[in-house]
C-alpha cells in the first residue's frame, strides 16, 4: 500500500467522523446536555482545518492524475510541456500539503485553546526584580492587546519603587493558553538597576506561570468544601476601598488552597473572578501530572516540568534577548519588551510540534 494511499484513507476516516460529529452537534439530545455539546463544538472546531487540507489535497490529487492521463495521450509539444510545468507545480504543493497534513494530524494538547490564568512573580533581584515584573506584565499587556485578547487583573501587589511584588491576571480570547504556554518559567534580566550608583550590571529575577483556566465543567465545586472570607479592598479604587467589605478570600478545605480577588468593586464579580482562579488552581494539580510527563520528553517544553527553570535573558547592555530552550537570540530588545514576541512564540511552537512529530512517528 503506498504512502499517498495510506494518508487519503486517513482523512477520508477523518472526513466521515467530521460528518458524524456535525449532525450530532444539532441533535436535541446533545444540544440538552451542555458538557457534551460543549465538547462536541470543539472537537468539530478542531477538525476544521484538516478537512480543508483535505479537501485541498484531494483536489490536487485529482489534478495530477488528469496532467499524467493528459501528457500520455497529448502529441502536441507545447500543450505537453504545458502539461509538464503544471504537474511539477502540483506535485510541489502535494509534498507540501502532505508535510501541513502530517502536522495537523498530530493529536492537540485539548487545553490549547483554553483561556489562561498568568501568574508573574518577582524574584531574586529585590526592587529591580519587582520593576523587571512589571515590565514583563506590560510586554503581555501589550501582546494581548496587539492580539484583541482582554485582560483583566486579579489581584496585585505593587513593588516598593514600582513594578510588582505579585500580579496575577485572566486571559481570554482564541487559543490563549496555546500560545502563552511558552512562557512559563524564569526569566532573567540583565542591566544596570535605577538604584545602582556604579554603573554595574545587575541580574534580577521573575517567574511567570501560566494555567489553563479551567471550564465551569472540568471541576465540580461543593459550596461546602470552600470557606469564603470577605474584607475591605486596599489599594486604589476610589471611595470604596478600606470601607467596603468587596474583597474575596476563598479557601478550598480539602486541599488548602487560597485564591483572592480585590480588583473589582463588586463583591459579586471578585466572587465570580475568585472562584474561576480556584477551579483552575484544582484542575491544575490533575493536569500538572500530564505536564511532568510530557515534559520529560520535550526538552523544548520546559515551560511544562520544572516552573523554576531558567527560559529567558533579557540583556539590556547587548540589546539581546535569548530563549535557552532553542538557544534563539534576537538583538530588538526594545521591541520585545513593547510586546513583539510572536517570532519567539512561532519557533518555540515550531520546536514543539517537530518534537510531537517524532513522537507520533514513533508511537
Known amino acids: 500500500m503506498n504512502k499517498n494511499y495510506t ?5 477520508e476516516g477523518i472526513r466521515l467522523h467530521f460528518e458524524e460529529v456535525g449532525q450530532q452537534i444539532t441533535d436535541p439530545a446533545a444540544m440538552s446536555d451542555m458538557k457534551r455539546y460543549i465538547q462536541l463544538s470543539k472537537e468539530y472546531k478542531n477538525l476544521e482545518p484538516i478537512i480543508k487540507a483535505y479537501k485541498e489535497y484531494k483536489n ?11 501528457l500520455g495521450v497529448e502529441k502536441d509539444d507545447e500543450m505537453r510541456e504545458m502539461a509538464k510545468m503544471e504537474l511539477d507545480e502540483l506535485n510541489e504543493r502535494k509534498d507540501e500539503l502532505e508535510e ?12 490549547d485553546s483554553k483561556n489562561a490564568i498568568v501568574e508573574i512573580r518577582a524574584g531574586t533581584g529585590g526592587d529591580e526584580a519587582s520593576i523587571f515584573a512589571g515590565d514583563l ?3 503581555y499587556t501589550k501582546y494581548c492587546e496587539g492580539r484583541n485578547w482582554k485582560i483583566d487583573v486579579t ?23 496555546g500560545t502563552l504556554k511558552y512562557e512559563s518559567g524564569v526569566h532573567r534580566v540583565q542591566r544596570v538597576p535605577q538604584t545602582e550608583t556604579q554603573g554595574r550590571v545587575h541580574t534580577s529575577a521573575a517567574s511567570v506561570a501560566v ?5 465551569e465543567f472540568d ?5 461546602e468544601d470552600i470557606r469564603r472570607d470577605e474584607y475591605c479592598s486596599s489599594g486604589p479604587g476610589g471611595q470604596s476601598v478600606n470601607t467596603t467589605y468587596s474583597a ?7 486541599t488548602g488552597i487560597v485564591v483572592t480577588c480585590q480588583d473589582q468593586k463588586s463583591k459579586l464579580k471578585n466572587l465570580d473572578k475568585a472562584m474561576a482562579e480556584l477551579r483552575t488552581r484544582l484542575y491544575n494539580l490533575e493536569y500538572q501530572k500530564y505536564l511532568d510527563e510530557i515534559s520529560k520528553k520535550r526538552k523544548t517544553m520546559v515551560s511544562t516540568g520544572d516552573r523554576s527553570a531558567k527560559i529567558r535573558t533579557y540583556n539590556w547592555p547587548q540589546g539581546r534577548v535569548t530563549d535557552h530552550r532553542i538557544t534563539l537570540t534576537l538583538y530588538n530588545l526594545p521591541a520585545i519588551v513593547d510586546g513583539d514576541i510572536q517570532l519567539i512564540i512561532d519557533k518555540l511552537q515550531m520546536a514543539e510540534n517537530s518534537e510531537r512529530l517524532k513522537e507520533s512517528e514513533i508511537a
Open 100 to 111: 501541513d497534513i502530517r502536522f495537523l494530524l498530530i493529536p492537540k494538547d485539548p487545553e
Open 7 to 11: 494518508l487519503s484513507e486517513r482523512l
Open 211 to 215: 494555567l489553563p483556566e479551567a471550564d
Open 155 to 177: 489581584s496585585s501587589t505593587e513593588g516598593t519603587v514600582g513594578g510588582f511584588k505579585e500580579v496575577i491576571f485572566e486571559v481570554s480570547g482564541n487559543d490563549v493558553y
Open 137 to 139: 506584565f506590560r510586554m
Open 248 to 254: 474575596i478570600r476563598l479557601t478550598h478545605i480539602p
Open 60 to 70: 490536487v490529487l485529482s489534478n495530477i492524475k488528469s496532467s499524467r492521463d493528459l
Open 219 to 223: 471541576i465540580d465545586l461543593k459550596n
